[in-house]
């Protein structure tokens, strides 16, 4: 069981694709169609063989699936995107236009508007400094 890392990201799924922003590092990261649909499930507690039962329903989900799925949940661990969580194993339900780019797990990482993303635009201000103030290291 795995839920998001609350401390370090945000997220959000806009038009079935997830967007995580690691407001620490000021990275993002984008997700494939199904790799969205399977972190949002992560997020709201489902378990990872719960959701490799119901991806397997679909006409043509690959025999390898289940390792595909756990080296991407290593994957969104590693990035420190999910944390392990206690929990009951909520149902997976994963939509069907999840499949429409096909069962390709896959996570982007994005460093383009790292600077921006780290810039806090709102609270930084100062007269003798101006705008942006950027976060030290």
């Not at 690691?22 to 063989?49: D, H, I, Q």
Request: overall charge negative; charged content about 25%.
């Amino acid at each position: 069981m795995y839920k998001l890392n609350e401390e370090k990201m945000f997220f959000d799924i806009a038009d079935g694709q997830a967007v995580v922003i690691n407001f620490v590092t000021g990275m993002y990261y984008g997700t494939s169609t199904l790799g969205s649909a399977v972190l949002e499930a992560l997020v709201k507690g489902a378990e990872p063989a719960l959701i490799a039962e119901e991806i397997r329903k679909a006409d043509g989900c690959p025999a390898d699936f289940e390792e595909q799925l756990k080296i991407f949940t290593d994957t969104l661990v590693e990035k420190e995107i999910i944390i392990p969580a206690e929990g009951n194993g909520e149902p997976a339900s994963i939509d069907a236009a999840a499949y429409s780019d096909g069962f390709e797990l896959t996570v982007d990482e994005f460093a383009e508007v790292q600077d921006l993303l780290l810039a806090d635009p709102v609270h930084d201000v100062n007269v003798e400094q101006g705008w942006p103030i950027m976060k030290e290291e």
